[in-house]
């Protein structure tokens, strides 16, 4: 074996060797990543990662220390190495030390959290506001600045909830209508509730606020760089509360002012829509069709597919007496909810047509045979 | 006609005579195994909806719970293991242990001490019927969160805030027995500053019982004229506010979980310096550190709120004051390390419990202090980084202290010695569980996982599998606990009067098992050391 070869085996080996240690260090610190907070993308979120950091390592020195002692402890000081204990049992000195030592470990956490706690709560001079208001089960946007507002409700399929699909890459945390935001601009959140407390957040972004009825609170946040963003309702709200994801897509400025336009012109063009839609008398079989999508989107998660119900909490629509009682009280019901209950005012969130079709549907399924057949004008003029 | 302690009785059918026995019992020992058996009791049945909770969580998608029943399980898990596991498991723990450790004959208020045991019966019986009614258990976490739990309530809540009056009362009173059993039985001699620490930790204890849970019985009377009878604390509609239910909820509230600790640090005050064979470091700054805790404890409640809209100056007040506990349970911390330092130290089954008691309550200590800082709790808050937080110093601090406690006085209770292999072996089965359910509930919670979710995002999903495995293994492993327990009590070993070669204070100069009646006579104290050795 000649040298020049003995030393390229060598090489290889070394650069195998390498690459072996760069992938472990690489999957290492990949995974290390996962098992970590999150650094986000807005220098809010990168600084508290890295007072997430320091408080980590501290306490995980401590406890290195600490739980040291204790083991050194454990194995030097056993019976059978150490039959006779000391009788040590008191030392001011080592008290007023151990006492003294933490307070100023303390300290050195408590002025970085207090310095960035003072910088979330400046919620002075935004360039944007969005209202936010949470409510079992779903989000509502408002663009303060403009009359922009819709739902954002969960977009899994109940399939996919039920193990019947595949799950997709976004299970649990996509939406029909994403809340679209610029970028390079201070966007203040105002969180309310229409119902019971909720909690709207998105760890990348490192913003948590309550949702409460009744009471307005603020955040706010600047994001440097377009990206979608995932997060999910954080205070238990109730049944579907692990069913209320939030989406943020961020987006250039030029294609942000693009979105509002588009925006602009989707609501001009729905309320044209609403025009011909009342202005035509619908049949039956269009009604049912349209009645049955609104119903599985909206009514299902409570009422159940087949209008079984769930016990009393979410009566059944399957012979219920709204549903073949009279026409007024079924629309009343559908439209403004029904007080203290989970039950919601639909009118908001849906459209003329969509209302008196799940009406429609309602009183025309499950069993359910009045024949009855409601007019989207019925229901404009009921607004 | 039978003669027990000179009282002569008619005799009864062995029914009646059972029956008469545990529902008139007047006598500590009694009581106290009656409040253990109901804590065991109740272990089991908040461990099981636990184990039913870390089913559906094993995979992501809806397996084999309803959202709404999985939501009534998280609940009635909570309720039942602070309501009825923790706090009776204490209460029993102090029934059994003060009188003798304090040398009494019996708690100072013997009538108020069976009154107070058999409110609870009623009260979990109450609590736990809320299940098979319509519209099914509560089902807005333990911490009912108006208006979840006012407007939206299911019927059932009127049940729920019964049942939680009737705890609170069986809670208030035993704590004023304790509290004037202390104050007024102890043997000549032994002053406040010479009591054992158990004895100091479940005094102060006490006193927060005492002083919180009136505040939790006014929350839970706000939530029922909430609902029927048309005022308005908590609803915005008709001028109320919700965020005053958590004000109040936690006042209560965080005094309560320390409630669930501090006689845990008496336990382990109590042990280590046995099986170190060395006098407890720093007894007088163990004291102060514990009174410190509990004083503080009062000014902390907003740490939960965080997230709900304080205003800054709020915030920093309770992050500072937060942050300030970590100095006297710290103190605790250094004090236990420094009794084992140059001790002897033996390792049996209580001593290991201690010992696990003392690392993991710390690692929950840590994470404490963590979510203490309020702009990284806006990340940690309502995330299972929390759920790991508080099941770290409840499982391994409260549920291990108990445990210790058991094993410590078993034998002094029935007589045996409890199978020492078999106890090796749960230590060992359960701190591994224990660690590998809990600890990967850090990496769920700081990856984004909300708390109290019957359903998750595939990226939750390895470490969620990891932990419901853990969990399976930790409620089978309290299966061979019930065992142990019952074993040591059919037979056993014999033990000696002082049951531990280490073991000071007076309930070990009484013969095991001890006798139903005790310090008939108060005992001299400090005892001396021929006292132990008696047969």
């Not at chain 2, 545990?22 to 009791?41: A, D, P, R």
């Not at chain 2, 309770?318 to 942050?323: E, G, K």
């Not at chain 2, 391994?396 to 072996?425: H, Q, T």
């Not at chain 2, 909300?450 to 599998?465: G, K, L």
Request: glycine residues 8%; contains cysteine; negative net charge.
């Amino acid at each position: 074996m000649d040298n020049g070869k003995h030393v390229t085996s060598i090489t290889s080996m070394l650069q195998r060797g390498l690459t072996f240690l760069l992938f472990m260090a690489f999957s290492a610190a990949n995974f290390a990543a996962d098992l970590d907070l999150r650094p986000g993308v807005t220098d809010m979120s990168q600084r508290i990662q890295s007072l997430h950091h320091t408080s980590l390592i501290i306490c995980s020195v401590i406890g290195v220390v600490v739980f040291g002692l204790m083991f050194y402890s454990m194995y030097a000081h056993r019976r059978t190495k150490n039959p006779t204990p000391a009788d040590f049992h008191e030392s001011t000195i080592v008290e007023v030390i151990w006492t003294l030592i933490p307070v100023l470990i303390l300290v050195s956490l408590a002025v970085p959290a207090t310095t960035a706690l003072i910088e979330i709560e400046d919620n002075s001079d935004p360039d944007l506001t969005v209202l936010i208001t949470g409510s079992q089960w779903k989000w509502h946007y408002q663009y303060l600045e403009s009359d922009i507002n819709f739902y954002s409700n969960l977009a899994t399929s109940q399939e996919q909830r039920d193990n019947l699909e595949p799950k997709g890459v976004n299970y649990l945390l996509e939406v029909d209508n994403v809340l679209v935001l610029p970028t390079n601009k201070k966007v203040r959140f105002l969180t309310t509730s229409d119902d019971v407390i909720h909690s709207w957040w998105i760890p990348d972004f490192a913003v948590k606020q309550d949702a409460v009825p009744g009471f307005i609170n603020e955040a706010w946040t600047r994001v440097d760089e377009p990206g979608v963003f995932r997060g999910q309702c954080a205070e238990f709200c109730g049944k579907d509360h692990a069913f209320m994801p939030i989406v943020v897509e961020v987006q250039a400025e030029a294609d942000f002012d693009q979105w509002l336009e588009d925006q602009r012109l989707a609501i001009e063009l729905a309320s044209g829509q609403a025009v011909a839609d009342r202005a035509k008398t619908w049949a039956m079989a269009e009604l049912m069709e349209i009645g049955e999508q609104v119903y599985v989107d909206h009514c299902a998660t409570c009422h159940e597919l087949d209008g079984a119900g769930q016990g009393s909490t979410y009566p059944a629509l399957a012979g219920g007496e709204i549903p073949n009682g009279p026409m007024e009280a079924h629309i009343e019901q559908v439209m403004n909810g029904k007080a203290d209950t989970e039950m919601q005012a639909w009118a908001p969130q849906l459209s003329d047509l969509e209302i008196a079709s799940v009406i429609t549907y309602e009183r025309n399924s499950f069993g359910n045979e009045t024949a009855d057949l409601v007019q989207p004008i019925t229901i404009y003029e009921s607004r | 006609m039978a003669e027990i302690a000179g009282h002569t009785i008619p005799n009864r059918s062995p029914l009646m005579a059972f029956l008469e026995r545990w529902f008139l019992t007047t006598n500590h020992k009694e009581i106290g195994s009656l409040y253990l058996w109901l804590s065991f009791v109740l272990f089991f049945i908040g461990g099981a909806m636990a184990m039913l909770i870390r089913v559906e969580l094993f995979q992501p998608g809806l397996q084999y719970l309803e959202p709404l029943f999985y939501n009534q399980m998280v609940t009635m898990h909570g309720l039942i293991m602070v309501f009825g596991v923790v706090m009776p498991g204490f209460v029993g723990l102090a029934n059994w242990q003060i009188p003798m450790m304090i040398g009494a004959p019996d708690m100072a208020l013997p009538r108020l001490n069976n009154f107070s045991f058999w409110i609870l019966p009623f009260a979990f019986t109450l609590l736990t019927s809320s299940l098979f009614m319509e519209g099914g258990a509560p089902n807005f976490g333990w911490t009912f969160y108006a208006p979840l739990s006012t407007t939206y309530g299911p019927p059932s809540t009127d049940f729920f805030i019964l049942g939680v009056h009737l705890m609170g009362v069986s809670s208030i009173l035993g704590a004023i027995n304790i509290i004037v059993t202390i104050f007024n039985m102890r043997t000549e001699g032994m002053t406040l500053m010479k009591m054992p620490l158990f004895v100091w930790t479940w005094l102060i204890t006490a006193f927060l019982l005492v002083m919180v849970m009136p505040v939790l019985a006014g929350a839970v009377t706000m939530m029922l004229t909430d609902r029927h009878f048309g005022t308005s604390f908590f609803e915005a509609a008709g001028g109320g506010d919700p965020l005053l239910f958590q004000h109040v909820f936690w006042f209560f509230g965080h005094p309560e979980v320390y409630i669930l600790i501090l006689p845990g640090f008496g336990i382990a005050s109590q042990i280590i310096p046995t099986f170190a064979r060395k006098k407890l470091f720093g007894y007088t700054s163990m004291v102060y550190a514990t009174a410190s805790i509990a004083i503080l404890s009062f000014v902390v409640w907003g740490h939960h709120m965080f997230a709900a809209g304080l205003p800054l100056a709020a915030e920093l007040f309770f992050m500072y004051c937060t942050m300030l506990i970590a100095v006297p349970t710290g103190v605790k911390v250094f004090n236990w390390v420094a009794t084992m330092w140059r001790g002897s130290m033996t390792f049996e089954t209580p001593m290991l419990f201690a010992l696990g008691f003392v690392i993991l309550f710390t690692i929950g200590g840590f994470s404490g202090l963590m979510l203490a800082l309020v702009p990284a709790d806006f990340q940690y808050h309502d995330t299972f980084f929390v759920v790991a937080h508080f099941h770290y110093v409840l499982y391994p601090g409260a549920i291990f202290g108990i445990m210790s406690a058991v094993y410590y006085w078993l034998p002094k209770w029935c007589g045996n010695m409890y199978d020492e292999r078999l106890g090796k072996i749960h230590f060992w089965t359960a701190i591994i569980a224990v660690n590998m359910t809990f600890f990967p509930m850090h990496f769920i919670g700081l990856a984004g996982m909300p708390r109290r979710i019957v359903d998750y995002s595939i990226q939750f999903a390895d470490f969620n599998m990891v932990s419901s495995i853990g969990a399976a293994l930790l409620g089978l492993t309290q299966v061979l606990f019930l065992y142990i327990v019952i074993k040591a009590i059919r037979g056993g070993e014999k033990a000696t009067p002082q049951v531990w070669e280490g073991a000071e204070g007076l309930e070990w100069t009484l013969p095991s098992p001890a006798p139903l009646h005790t310090f008939e006579a108060p005992p001299q104290f400090p005892a001396p050391q021929e006292a132990y050795k008696h047969e």
